[in-house]
């Protein structure tokens, strides 16, 4: 049975710094590209980054381009995001999720159906 977990999220002020993580299990983390994504009540789902384990190919949005990093760790089946100068409007619940064939899908890779979600962890930034 495939599932992710995510955690580290939590309240930081502006500025600092949260890093998450997605643990993945039931899946091999090599054939899988995982992407993280994050909403908020009313709001439409954005895509953040994602990550091609296979080949390390990687990407993130503009809106956090230069603050936010992907990365991943196959020994750990685990994928991390590193968020530094958050800003208020990072406020979200963060979600990672999984598809497979971890190949570079580009931009366009937010538009996939998924194969897997987790259940997000919350990020507030208060100034």
């Known amino acids: 049975q495939v599932q992710l977990v995510e955690s580290g999220g939590g309240q930081v002020q502006s500025g600092g710094s949260l890093t998450l993580s997605c643990v993945a299990s039931?899946?091999?983390?090599?054939?899988?590209?995982i992407g993280w994504f994050r909403q908020a009540p009313g709001k439409e789902r954005e895509g953040v980054a994602w990550i091609g384990t296979a080949d390390g190919s990687r990407s993130s949005a503009d809106s956090v381009k230069g603050r936010f990093t992907i990365s991943s760790d196959s020994a750990k089946n685990t994928v991390y995001l590193q968020m530094n100068n958050l800003k208020r409007e990072d406020t979200d619940t963060y979600y990672c999720?999984?598809?497979?064939?971890?190949?570079?899908?580009?931009?366009?890779?937010?538009?996939?159906?998924?194969?897997?979600w987790g259940k997000g962890t919350p990020v507030t930034v208060s100034t």
């Open positions: 999720a999984a598809i497979k064939g971890a190949y570079n899908r580009g931009l366009c890779f937010y538009y996939y159906p998924m194969d897997a």
């Open positions: 039931g899946l091999p983390l090599d054939r899988y590209a």
